[in-house]
T-cell receptor, first 112, second 119 residues
Framework: LAKTTQPISMDSYEGQEVNITCSHN???????ITWYQQFPSQGPRFIIQ???TKVTNEVASLFIPADRKSSTLSLPRVSLSDTAVYYC?????????????FGKGTHLIIQP | GAVVSQHPSWVICKSGTSVKIECRSL??????MFWYRQFPKQSLMLMAT?????????EQGVEKDKFLINHASLTLSTLTVTSAHPEDSSFYIC???????????????FGPGTRLTVL
């Protein structure tokens, strides 16, 4: 599985847009990029997934450059409740047949 | 949709006892479920893959005789921590995948986790 690298922590303020970048230099052709959010003492929650270019849903956008060696999770207008750990994962095709390898994640702290 | 539940949400037990944790997919059938463990301020670590109707596959370093996994139906997997000791205290999380044929996705849906404290 491709290894991912993300910043250990980030700070921002309410109402700002936050961009978290993840590096995955060894991403394979069939790998998808998935972001999860985890609050303390809760299971991770799926945020967004993409393969290339840009994906947007109701909570976030995911930007993936043409070489796919990195990706950026964009959270628009964050609030205090967005304080959490964000994990970037890459995984092979197959409908989730493999367990996921979590990196250290990015601890995002939103201040008033 | 895609809801995964765990029971109990927390449990405290004495050293040497066994604890069973249930993981259920509430609105879909999951042929594969996964069990993770998370220590404080650390990331999730995959413990084992649970396949319905067959033996679980354990990750390197995880004792299969200590962490018994049973996936008896398409909606239920159980993890039993046998002869628990304080070092087994952790946050145990299960996940399940929706079998989507050839969509190339690797989306897993996680349960809320179970906090185990062994005294």
């Amino acid at each position: 599985l491709a290894k991912t690298t993300q910043p250990i922590s980030m700070d921002s303020y309410e109402g700002q847009e936050v961009n978290i970048t993840c590096s995955h230099n060894n991403i394979a052709t069939n790998d998808y990029i998935t972001w999860y959010q985890q609050f303390p003492s809760q299971g991770p929650r799926f945020i967004i997934q993409g393969y290339k270019t840009k994906v947007t849903n109701e909570v976030a956008s995911l930007f993936i450059p043409a070489d796919r060696k990195s990706s950026t999770l964009s959270l628009p207008r964050v609030s205090l409740s967005d304080t959490a750990v964000y994990y970037c994962l890459v995984g092979p095709k197959g409908g989730g047949a493999d367990g996921l390898t979590f990196g250290k994640g990015t601890h995002l702290i939103i201040q008033p | 949709g895609a809801v995964v539940s765990q029971h109990p949400s927390w449990v405290i037990c004495k050293s040497g006892t066994s604890v069973k944790i249930e993981c259920r997919s509430l609105d879909f059938q999951a042929t594969t479920m996964f069990w993770y463990r998370q220590f404080p301020k650390q990331s999730l670590m995959l413990m084992a893959t649970s396949n319905e109707g067959s033996k679980a596959t354990y990750e390197q370093g995880v004792e299969k005789d200590k962490f018994l996994i049973n996936h008896a139906s398409l909606t239920l997997s159980t993890l039993t921590v046998t002869s628990a000791h304080p070092e087994d205290s952790s946050f145990y999380i299960c996940s399940a995948t929706i079998p989507v044929i050839d969509r190339g996705e690797n989306t897993q849906y996680f349960g809320p986790g179970t906090r185990l404290t062994v005294l």
